[in-house]
């Protein structure tokens, strides 16, 4: 009976695999070749979550165990080369995950500050003015929604002028006047403040809230606050008879940036990533041929590379949080300057195993290299933000 059923066992056509195409094994559940399971077309709710906890606790563990030990210097990448794979995450995926939270956090730090035209800069959050609500607070983040409000004010005063005489009574003058000095009036001080601060120590010509006064490098140009607020960067162009290709980009670029600033921010951050990336390559190269002696792949500089900064920018978020939520941070900034500096010099010590003077010349050179291309990518980056913002 037993050797009737392995006969009919034997002969049944061999399935298979849905995901592959791979034929499986005769009576095995798993694929031989990509390890999917035999599926028969139904998915079981308790076997779809028994997968997605699987997948998140066993990223989890590789996730945190790589976090600490990124901090001992070269210890994952010396491992990774061991053939020790499966313990960490992938390089690239773990590099993105921490630039994601880096930048996360970095934006907050730089939220109200931005690229314009305008020139100078100013504290955020500066008072500079008081309302019946309490003090008012202008800053280069929120300079066009209140240039907006002004500008809104001043029409409704002017609509005022314009209705017919019998019409504008005492009474009337002195509930809009009121409504006036409360709604626009602190906020016109507080914004010419601001149009001042930002003009001092640059050679550009003080705004007023008549007039903006626009930074284009060899010249100045002032722009109406009205066509400012009202009108879109083509109308302007064409209306104030802007013909040069860069100065047309300059205004166009500049008036959108002036108007969303926190926009042009956080595209500007967000090429931090790929600024990085591409750093890492250029600079893989280059210790390529700092060692090329060593007779070492490409990738592996890469990945050396990956680890390093992935190390460097998870160790910013932690500094950048403990200083904003714990404590604030004095002296100690000095000690995590020093561990990013002498970071990468024993990682390069115990990575590529060569003796104290060859190791601190290369990584002089490497570190010259590394923060002139970071200045030159992202210099680059964020003039091709600029551009296509």
């Not at 773990?94 to 109200?112: A, H, Y």
């Not at 998870?314 to 200083?323: D, E, P, Q, Y």
């Not at 020093?338 to 990468?344: D, E, H, N």
Request: proline share 4%; hydrophobic share 45%; glycine share 6%.
């Amino acid at each position: 009976m037993e050797e009737k059923e392995a006969s009919v066992v034997s002969k049944r056509p061999r399935p298979h695999c849905k995901n592959c195409g791979e034929k499986l094994s005769k009576r095995g559940n798993f694929c031989p070749s990509c390890s999917q399971r035999d599926f028969d077309g139904r998915v079981r709710m308790r076997d779809l979550l028994a997968k997605f906890f699987s997948n998140i606790t066993h990223l989890d563990n590789k996730f945190v165990k790589m976090c600490w030990q990124l901090f001992i210097p070269a210890r994952v990448t010396i491992e990774y080369f061991q053939g020790k794979i499966k313990r960490y995450p992938h390089p690239v995926q773990f590099f993105f995950i921490v630039m994601f939270f880096f930048l996360l956090v970095f934006s907050q730090k730089l939220d109200g500050t931005a690229l314009n035209l305008l020139g100078g800069s100013i504290d955020v959050g500066t008072e500079q003015g008081v309302s019946s609500e309490g003090p008012v607070k202008v800053s280069k983040s929120t300079l066009f929604p209140v240039l907006q409000r002004c500008m809104t004010a001043r029409e409704y005063r002017q609509a005022y002028d314009s209705l017919p005489i019998e019409m504008r009574t005492q009474s009337a003058w002195e509930a809009q006047d009121s409504i006036h000095r409360k709604l626009s009036e602190p906020w016109e001080k507080a914004t010419q403040n601001l149009l001042l601060e930002l003009s001092e120590g640059t050679h550009a010509t003080p705004s007023t809230l008549d007039s903006i006064s626009l930074d284009l490098g060899a010249a100045q140009v002032r722009i109406s606050t009205p066509d400012f607020v009202g009108l879109e960067p083509d109308s302007i162009i064409k209306k104030y008879g802007f013909t040069h290709w860069m100065d047309k980009l300059l205004v166009k670029q500049g008036l959108k940036s002036t108007k969303d600033q926190k926009g042009l921010n956080n595209r500007c951050v967000g090429s931090l990533g790929w600024t990085i990336l591409m750093l890492i390559a250029f600079m893989a190269f280059v210790l390529q041929l700092l060692y090329w002696r060593k007779s070492r792949y490409y990738v592996e500089h890469f990945i050396f590379l990956m680890h390093q900064q992935s190390g460097m920018f998870l160790f910013l978020t932690l500094v950048i949080l403990l200083n904003d939520y714990v404590f604030t941070l004095e002296w100690e900034w000095l000690l995590a300057l020093a561990w990013m500096v002498i970071s990468p010099l024993l990682s390069m010590k115990y990575f590529y195993r060569e003796n104290w003077p060859w190791t601190i010349a290369k990584w002089l050179a490497f570190s010259a290299l590394y923060w002139f291309g970071l200045m030159v990518f992202f210099i680059g980056t964020v003039l091709l933000v600029f551009v296509v913002f």
